[in-house]
């Protein structure tokens, strides 16, 4: 089996991209620590065949999701996500995008997370969640397209009515190759 | 029609993955669940793997044994809960330092013998008598033993000595002069025994 330190060497990044595409920061990194924790204790009876980077992408995310509920739940009324971090304090996401994935529907999210943060293909995120490919091929493209057109509202709120450039956009790239690439 | 990239972090920025790495070691080593902690040593006879559990030193190997060969050994041997950067290698590393630069005579970190057994394990456990600097036989440590006709076990049970250079199998030679086996090579077995001789002898400090 292999040493688990090589499991967060291997995987770490990825862990880090699924944290902080749904948390703030300081929190993003608390549900790293979590991510690999839990890991570390189901790690020796994690059968051989695996797909680790399907098991430890759902684990982060699960923390994630948890970690965002448990914030949403003690908040302060103030205490907002658009509220700026301290200066030093490096800003790897927008927080505008994290907001906006945190809003989307449950099937929209996981195949934006699965797809385009985790970087896994629609073929294997439709066999980890049980559903066709054509279904994460579509609620990718569709959450993908409600980013886009949430982050246009937030970050340019005095746009005149242009038409939400939606419609026209081609359909996503053909090959299965993940990315967070869209055309305008 | 401008591609717009998706503000998705893309990778972390240097050093934050081995500071969080660092801060969950740390926590999974208070929490229990690091079975194995293992550190890389650098030395004069090349570098050395050592690895760590809750009871003691595990294993000490050589760079010729193939470090990553060695890991997935323990992996299956003790448990896949391995993980590098803990604290609780830093003191064997110190005295490593201290032995390699002649101002350390025996170590001090306790041992967990569990990968040596029965007749091997009896001659892991008489090795740390055998004085800085000063060889014994073959066979005079099987006769040590109460075995005096195992002479060739006892060659075995120094080549299979889980923590070489901590426990001193290299201090075991022939008695026709010979240094015999070495796990790290004979190059290294002489190596270490120059080195005790030279301490000894005042060359190094």
Known sequence: MTPF????????EMVWRVCHSLLRPADADDAWAETFLAALVAY?????????????????YRKAIDHHRRIRRHAAPTADLADRPAADDPEPVDPALVEAVNQLGVKQRDAVVYHHVV????????????????????NAADGIANLRRRLTATTRPAAPETPTPEAPTPETPSSDTPTSEMST | ?????????DRPPTDQLAHLHRLFVARADAGGVLDIAVATVDSPIGDLLVAVTDLGLVRVAFGTEGHDAVLTELASQISPRILRRSGRTDPLARQLDEYFAGRRRHFEVPLDLRLAHGFRRRIVELLPAVGYGTTVSYGELAATAGS???VRAVGTACATNPVPVVVPCHRVVRSGGGIGQYRGGTAAKQALLDLEAATLGGVIR
């Open chain 2, 148 to 150: 005096p006709a195992a």
């Open chain 1, 5 to 12: 330190d090589d499991i967060v060497r291997q995987h770490g």
């Open chain 1, 44 to 60: 020796p009876s994690l059968p051989a065949d695996a797909h680790v980077t399907g098991w430890l992408s759902t684990i982060a």
């Open chain 1, 119 to 138: 970087g896994m293909s629609h073929r294997e995120v439709a066999d980890l969640l049980g559903l066709s490919h054509a279904a994460v091929r579509r």
């Open chain 2, 1 to 9: 029609m401008r591609p717009t990239r998706l503000p998705f972090p």
